[in-house]
């Protein structure tokens, strides 16, 4: 069995033991509970509230609208009452514009989003992002201005800890091949790949059942971090090099996590919007789990529904450890975009106490860019924006590889990540003259 791969990466703990292996919960909610949903949750134009206080919403309306091209609908998860407009903490963005909510009803009945002719719409319509992370908008992404030939399930999962997608892949199968299934028809593309890494077999012979029935091309992949990047996985599965500055599509791909792929399918299939999502809470929590989550909810109540905290916790990270964030408060809302909630204590993290560099290379064996962060690092400090845009810091996927595998704790990744910020300024100055 041919397992394919990627240049650099490593090999971090899995942690993944403790949920891999359960089944997905579905959270249960009680009328009179309130929910703050983020009135934007996707990467590009912030989305426009259309709703007021005291409004009464049903489950599926649209309560904020897309504020362009590459931006997002939102729709209300439960039929309730506009309780306010006000800010909820962001990991990312300290305090962002919300709208709190008041639960009226729990039933399963919602509002089908509008038919449409075009697949796109419906997609837009739905409100659905991409659900491994990023969240950008899925229907910018599926039209494409030039042809692709090459469509990619990503269900390689490669963070630590999270099993969401696991656990998709095992539960939901059929749906998640049926809607990457529609994006390959509507979009007339040639060819079907699944890659999945090596750590999970269960899932990798579920998606082989149906490999007569629908005719795709299933890879299983080295379980190596990080596998799940586009340019990674792309070139894992077909070989082909996403130049820089350069997209999939510049390579005739399309990338969708599996989590994407069953959202479209509900959204096509049932006129479904996403409201709801699956969350691995682990970490120092009582009783690990998968859950499927409505957007808003405050992650206080998916750690309540694990038992509670094991010991003192020091740090709750949305997102997986390697690219996710810090959450400054439990009234922290789940979005489209959280993967996972992530609790640690003290023990369970390292010295972060970070000394001088002693050039010893390991952070460009890991960069699976190719990069030299080492020598990017001085840059970085010393501000010296054109050589970094020399040493290429643009192609930085900030995955952290470089820092995981510093002896003296570096924060290499924080350094780029502010660099880039800088460097992408004077690259757009550059354009516009």
């Known amino acids: 069995m041919q397992k394919h791969s990627f240049y650099g990466g490593i090999h971090p703990d899995y942690n993944k033991e403790k949920t891999a292996g359960k089944k997905i919960e579905i959270l249960p ?18 989305s426009r509230e259309i709703v007021k206080k005291k409004d009464t919403v049903k489950k599926g309306q649209l309560i904020a609208s897309s504020g362009g091209f590459i931006s997002s609908n939102l729709h209300t998860p439960f039929t309730g009452e506009v309780d306010n407009i006000t800010l909820a903490p962001n990991p990312i963005a300290g305090n962002v514009p919300a709208i709190k909510l008041i639960i009226k009803e729990t039933d399963d009945d919602f509002l089908k989003i509008e038919k449409s002719d075009k697949f796109q719409d419906i997609i837009s319509a739905a409100g659905i992002v991409g ?51 529609l994006v390959k028809e509507k979009l007339s593309i040639e060819r079907l790949i699944v890659g999945i890494e090596d750590n ?88 690990p789990k998968n859950i499927l989550v409505k957007i808003g909810t405050p992650i206080s109540k998916l750690i309540d529904f694990c038992g509670g905290f094991v010991g003192k916790p020091k740090k709750i990270i949305i997102g997986g450890p390697m690219m996710g964030f810090a959450a400054s408060s439990l009234d922290t809302p789940t979005t489209k975009g959280t993967s996972g909630v992530i609790v640690l204590r003290e023990d369970d993290m390292p010295d972060m106490k970070k000394s001088n560099c002693i050039r010893c290379g390991r952070c460009v064996e890991a960069c699976p860019m190719g990069l030299v962060p080492a020598i990017m690092e001085q840059f970085s400090l010393n501000e010296m924006y054109e050589k970094l845009i020399d040493w290429h810091v643009v192609n930085c996927i900030e995955c952290g590889c470089c820092s995981y595998v510093c002896p003296s704790r570096r924060p290499l990744v924080g350094y780029f990540k502010t660099a880039k910020r800088q460097v992408m300024n004077i690259l757009r100055q550059r354009a516009q003259k």
């Open 29 to 46: 909610y009680s009328i009179g509970e309130s929910l703050t949903i983020p009135i934007t949750q996707h990467l590009g134009a912030p």
């Open 131 to 181: 659900l491994g992370g990023a969240t950008f908008p899925s229907h910018v992404k599926l039209s494409p201005p030039k042809k692709v030939d090459t469509l990619i399930v990503n269900g390689a999962e490669c963070e630590p800890f999270l099993t969401c997608d696991h656990r998709l892949m095992i539960e939901n199968t059929e749906e998640i091949l049926l809607g990457a299934l």
């Open 200 to 287: 999970k077999l269960d899932a990798y012979k579920e998606f082989g059942k149906y490999q007569t029935k629908y005719n795709f091309e299933l890879h299983l992949l080295h379980t190596k971090y990080p596998q799940g990047g586009e340019k990674q996985l792309i070139f894992a599965t077909t070989g082909r090099i996403v130049p820089e500055g350069k997209l999939p599509l510049d390579v005739g791909v399309i990338v969708h996590n599996v989590g994407t792929f069953k959202a479209i399918y509900e959204a096509w299939t049932f006129g479904k919007p996403l409201f709801e999502r699956v969350v691995t809470v682990t970490g120092a929590v009582k009783e």
